[in-house]
């Protein structure tokens, strides 16, 4: 293991580009190696520990609470209460616990999976924690200490004290400040790390919303589409768009929006596929106990459609750090003709700088080609990335992704390189 501290291995380039290879070697400088030492000194007193989920004490899972308040990018699918919900009652496997702890506080974590290989990497290792309610994977890093929570993981898997050749992310937020500095530590630290292509993910940004970013942010054609959508709401009553802060509103108040949003997402297309919350007993009590626990932490709120004084509309948001998640969406059909997901979206965008001001990013948690894209202006970059630690590990890494490069390059080509035979 000294060997990957004295002479640090090629990298991988972050990109999935043919033009960026072959590799280009890491060259440690005098600042790197500055920079290095130091983090190794402030990471003596750390802790890294790799535990199963159920081995966590009442302790444990009030550190991991602080650690997500204090994180820069949050996600509230490496929340204990998502966990706890999710193998409670979806009968999903419990994640291995990799924690970076400072004494008794966590300054670091992620949920994962040990595996044997997987088409990326080969080679046994760690894989992101997921369930079929999962958007996001990643790391909790916190905010005042991310280059040291990212040293020790460094540090931890160039250990030799386990079997594991890297970690890998299925959909990480690669544009997101600390998977950067993660990836800046781990490629400083002589590892390689690979990224792909991903997507572009609607998202918000609520310090830039408005009004008048709507209105840049829609073709003519949906705007007027959204109009008159809005129009034939206004025939069947008054339209008002609210928000329903648990941190603000009694328990009451976010059972009766955890209901009402049952309802409606169980009225449409997702009770006809099986995909609402109250299609089965289990989904039911995941979700009634996911918004419970975290609606007694003041992490959730729901947006709301209103006409008169019926609910015609309903997001849930899961809140962790400064983000927010769109998890579900519901809206009654019978309202269809106002397009009430659309009109909700649009009206987010209107309203997040006033009411949702303290909130760095709202992430839609929506796929590719969602209507979504036409109406909120901001993107993030989510995306597979993976990191080899060990020598074989960087072998396999380099093997498997120009395989990979090498079939792309084919597949994009095959009618040149079909017409150049005859």
């Not at 008794?104 to 080679?123: E, M, N, Q, S, W």
């Not at 303290?358 to 597979?384: G, K, M, V, Y």
């Not at 498997?400 to 994009?412: C, F, N, R, S, W």
Request: proline share 5%; aromatic share 8%; glycine share 8%.
């Amino acid at each position: 293991m000294k060997l990957f501290r004295k002479f640090p291995a090629p990298r991988l380039c972050v990109v999935d580009d043919h033009r960026k290879w072959p590799l280009t070697p890491f060259v440690m400088s005098a600042s790197h190696t500055s920079s290095r030492s130091e983090l190794r000194r402030r990471s003596q007193n750390l802790r890294v520990r790799v535990r199963p989920f159920a081995q966590l004490d009442a302790e444990d899972f009030a550190a991991w609470q602080r650690l997500e308040d204090k994180c820069r990018n949050g996600n509230p699918f490496l929340s204990a209460e998502f966990v706890q919900s999710a193998t409670t009652h979806l009968g999903e496997r419990a994640p291995l616990v990799l924690d970076i702890c400072d004494g008794r506080d966590h300054i670091g974590l992620g949920l994962f999976d040990a595996v044997r290989h997987t088409k990326y990497l080969p080679l046994p290792h760690l894989v992101g924690w997921r369930t079929g309610h999962t958007f996001l994977d990643g790391l909790l890093l916190h905010e005042d200490r991310e280059h040291e929570a990212a040293h020790a993981v460094a540090e931890y898997m160039q250990s030799g004290t386990h079997a594991w050749h890297g970690i890998e992310f299925q959909t990480a937020a690669v544009d997101s400040p600390g998977m950067g500095t993660l990836t800046d530590v781990l490629q400083q630290a002589g590892n390689a790390v690979w990224q792909g292509r991903g997507l572009q993910r609607a998202a918000l940004v609520p310090s830039t919303a408005g009004p008048e970013r709507l209105l840049t942010s829609v073709s003519i054609p949906r705007a007027r589409s959204l109009r008159k959508g809005w129009k034939e709401l206004e025939k069947r009553g008054p339209v008002s768009f609210e928000i329903v802060d648990a941190a603000e509103c009694s328990p009451e108040q976010i059972d009766a929006a955890a209901n009402q949003f049952l309802e409606l997402e169980a009225a449409g297309w997702k009770a006809e596929c099986g995909s609402a919350m109250k299609s089965s007993s289990e989904q039911l009590a995941f979700f009634q106990d996911l918004t419970r626990m975290l609606g007694q932490r003041g992490k959730l709120f729901f947006s709301q459609l209103c006409v008169g004084d019926e609910v015609v509309g309903s997001v849930v948001h899961l809140i962790s750090g400064r983000e927010a998640f769109a998890f579900k969406l519901g809206w009654n059909p019978e309202f269809e003709r106002g397009c009430p997901g659309f009109q909700l979206k649009a009206r987010m965008v209107c309203e997040a700088a006033q009411q949702l001001g303290h909130l760095d990013l709202i992430d839609s948690c929506s796929q590719t080609d969602s209507f979504i894209e036409r109406i909120w202006p901001d993107r993030r970059s989510i995306a597979s990335w993976v990191c080899a630690t060990s020598l074989p590990g960087k072998a396999a890494l380099r093997v498997t992704q120009g395989l990979k490069m090498a079939k792309d390059y084919l597949v994009t080509n095959f009618r040149q390189l079909q017409g150049g035979g005859r």
